[in-house]
């Protein structure tokens, strides 16, 4: 079974089912790259929803979500897939070099935050939709302090990891009452299990400390993180951008040496794999939701729940394409252009850059420190145990 070709088919989702063609309800444009906005300067919100998808193709009940929204949300869809994502990315804003070796789950997520980024619009998994969504382009067009519009959630669908969190600067201020600082925090959980990356501790991953509580006990002013209409070029979105790259900085020597087992992966660091289920999208987004509160507003309608995964999702991780190992060169290209950019604050700084005081003026960007990006060998003492560990050693 070779998935590739196929999911990256997107003349394969032009025909209509029969179940649409029953239905009297319209079906809207599919976009296509040759459509799709690509200016750089400004924060108007293009009238357009993304959906991203890099697992098997579409059946059950995720084919019939992807014709709901279709047939319901009123705006033109970009579906972009392995088959048509260069068309889509950018120039000048190349991918983070982790990319290619992440789960079809994370590279969506990552997309989520890429585009939200650079080009703005609405975004959502492949699920059903609450419905019109024209209604609130037009609330966001009218609402230029609204950076972020999303659907109410709920505190136990709050997700964070600490680094992200100690971002906002009041955070920091926070475990200073606490008798804490930047380097040193008190935990305020046991230990969740994907503290632990091939028996090894991993602090970046596994600490929650008083921040991510101050997260969720804000939960009554957030958005999900599954569906969202974002303004582009925000300082909440460059923010989201820049801490997704720090953690796949970090990660990077860890994915070249490790495999996902599964196409929906990972809970629990299964095989070494290094990236949390959630660190790419909510475990980063809540907490720059907070340290951005009021410019988010939770009032799109709740989306139906029902059911949207097939069976056949559950693709082991031999019959997709092996991910390729990013170049040196890539890696190096990536490197020199982030650098470049960090004066700019376009979602390539890194986190440990001092901001320019233009950034500090004008994007309430928080204090950078060491805490956030762990040392290097780390990378290397990760890497090195995958790899043993794949050799059964």
Not at 185 to 209: C, K, L, M, Q
Not at 281 to 299: A, R
Request: overall charge positive; hydrophobic content about 40%.
């Amino acid at each position: 079974m070779r998935l590739g070709p196929a999911v990256g088919n997107v003349a394969a989702f032009k025909t209509p089912t029969r179940m649409e063609s029953a239905n009297a309800a319209p079906t809207f444009e599919l976009g296509s790259p040759a459509t799709f906005p690509r200016r750089l300067t400004g924060h108007e919100v293009p009238r357009l929803m993304m959906l991203f998808w890099f697992g098997p193709a579409f059946q059950g009940a995720r084919l019939e979500a992807y014709h709901s929204l279709r047939r319901s949300v009123g705006v033109p869809l970009h579906l972009v897939v392995s088959g048509n994502l260069k068309e889509y990315v950018l120039p000048g804003y190349p991918l983070h070099p982790a990319f290619e070796l992440l789960t079809p789950v994370h590279k969506s997520d990552y997309l989520f935050g890429y585009f939200s980024h650079h080009v703005g619009g609405a975004f959502h998994d492949i699920k059903q939709p609450f419905g019109n969504w024209t209604p609130y382009f037009d609330k966001m067009e009218a609402t230029r302090e609204a950076w972020l519009i999303g659907s109410p959630v709920i505190r136990g669908n709050v997700a964070c990891q600490e680094p992200m969190a100690a971002d906002d600067p009041k955070c920091l201020q926070l475990r200073l009452s606490r008798g804490e600082n930047a380097s040193h925090w008190r935990s305020v959980f046991p230990e969740h299990p994907t503290a632990y990356i091939n028996g090894r501790y991993d602090p970046f991953d596994g600490t929650r400390g008083a921040c991510c509580e101050r997260v969720r006990d804000a939960w009554e002013h957030m958005i999900s993180c599954q569906e969202h209409i974002a303004r582009p070029r925000t300082a909440l979105t460059r923010d989201w951008l820049r801490l997704v790259h720090v953690a796949l900085d970090k990660k990077l020597a860890a994915l070249n040496a490790t495999h996902y087992p599964m196409a929906r992966c990972c809970m629990n660091h299964e095989s070494g794999y290094p990236v949390n289920w959630a660190e790419l999208k909510g475990n980063t987004l809540f907490p720059m939701e907070l340290k951005y509160q009021s410019h988010v507003y939770p009032i799109l309608p709740t989306k139906p729940a029902k059911a949207y995964r097939s069976q056949s999702e559950d693709v082991p991780w031999r019959v997709l394409h092996a991910a390729p190992k990013s170049s040196p060169r890539t890696q190096a290209t990536f490197q020199d252009i982030s650098h470049a950019r960090v004066a700019r604050g376009d979602g390539y700084a890194r986190v440990n850059a001092a901001p320019t005081p233009r950034q500090t003026q004008n994007s309430d960007m928080a204090p950078r420190g060491e805490t956030q990006l762990l040392p290097a060998f780390r990378n290397v003492v990760t890497a090195l145990g995958a790899g043993l560990a794949r050799i059964g050693l």
